[in-house]
Nanobody
Framework: QVQLVESGGGMVQAGGSLRLSCAAS????????MGWFRQAPGKEREVVAH????????YYADSMKGRNTISRDNAKNTVYLQMTSLKPEDTAVYYC????????????????????WGQGTQVTVSS
């Protein structure tokens, strides 16, 4: 059982930056592979980034490639998403998710690969 709580969302102007945090419960956090997803109104939830349990491997979806960085601090049971050069089309609810076992890189985008989800945090980018 893992509890995930996102924070750091808000409203920013286009071109601005935000740092999202996801705090996880439990002493087994270091064994989980973590993903960031987002969902805009009327659209399906999509993967933004993924990081392996050790932090040695990262993945970024094309939608934000070059404009975001995923990282984790296992000592703090926290995963981060640093977003820069934000655009209005980045407006969405952002979720973090935990996977209890490794995922093939081709499956990072699959919702069913993740066992736990946070409640989401709203990111709004104004033009």
């Amino acid at each position: 059982q893992v509890q995930l709580v996102e924070s750091g969302g808000g409203m920013v102007q286009a071109g601005g930056s935000l740092r999202l945090s996801c705090a996880a419960s439990g002493r087994t956090f270091s064994s989980y592979h973590m993903g960031w997803f987002r969902q805009a109104p009327g659209k399906e939830r999509e993967v933004v980034a993924h990081i392996s349990s050790s932090g040695s491997r990262t993945y970024y979806a094309d939608s934000m490639k070059g404009r975001n960085t995923i990282s984790r601090d296992n000592a703090k049971n926290t995963v981060y998403l640093q977003m820069t050069s934000l655009k209005p089309e980045d407006t969405a609810v952002y979720y973090c998710a935990a996977a209890g076992r490794p995922l093939y890189s081709t499956n990072y985008h699959l919702l069913e690969g993740y066992n736990y989800w946070g409640q989401g945090t709203q990111v709004t980018v104004s033009s």
